[in-house]
């Protein structure tokens, strides 16, 4: 048994607490250098896990996973996000891919703005290891546009709308509703 539950999201409310209280801090390295209106959850597999279920946390104005999902319907949990989020998967060999489509399904049909990314042949965790790979590449644009307002490139227009790079591309599949 793993010492802590990988679905748990209390280490994700302590760490958010830890760094509003730093922000806070005068002798802290990090004093009144965060915005700490712009938090988000983007997790990996366990992570992700964490992250979902953290979903009702008023703190979080972006969520989002890579290769994970919950492992059965929970309108509960789906009914308690509150912010956009962003699922992504590695195709049909990834384990989580049958867990994301469900979460997504779920939760586009409460209304919550939702963008799904499938690498049809990336498999559990994708090009994640790559720092400049795609799986990075989505996520780091899915936060520039939640946290950071980003309408460019670097942000909205490479995840949605005409130039989006990988709505379209061979070997990525993609979907999307309630988006602004």
């Given at each position: 048994m793993l010492p802590v539950d990988m679905g748990d999201p209390k280490p994700f409310y302590d760490y958010i607490t830890w760094a509003i209280t730093e922000n806070r801090k005068p002798c802290s390295a990090y004093y009144q250098s965060l915005d700490t209106t712009k938090i988000a959850a983007d997790g990996f597999s366990?992570?992700?896990?964490?992250?979902?279920?953290?979903?009702?946390?008023?703190?979080?104005?972006?969520?989002?996973?890579?290769?994970?999902?919950?492992?059965?319907?929970?309108?509960?949990?789906?009914?308690?996000?509150?912010?956009?989020?962003?699922?992504?998967?590695?195709?049909?060999?990834?384990?989580?891919?049958?867990?994301?489509?469900?979460?997504?399904?779920g939760i586009s049909a409460?209304?919550?703005?939702?963008i799904y990314f499938v690498k049809t042949s990336a498999g559990h965790g994708g090009d994640l290891n790559n720092g400049k790979g795609d799986f990075n590449t989505v996520n780091l644009a899915w936060l520039n546009w939640q946290l950071k307002g980003d309408e460019g490139a670097t942000g909205k227009a490479l995840l949605v709308g005409p130039d989006c790079k990988f709505c379209k591309a061979s070997g990525w599949d993609f979907k999307s509703a309630n988006l602004n």
């Open positions: 366990c992570g992700g896990l964490m992250a979902i279920n953290a979903a009702g946390d008023p703190r979080f104005s972006a969520m989002g996973y890579s290769s994970s999902g919950l492992f059965s319907e929970s309108p509960t949990k789906w009914g308690a996000i509150h912010t956009p989020f962003k699922i992504m998967n590695g195709g049909s060999s990834d384990m989580a891919y049958e867990n994301g489509q469900r979460d997504y399904n409460l209304g919550i703005p939702i």
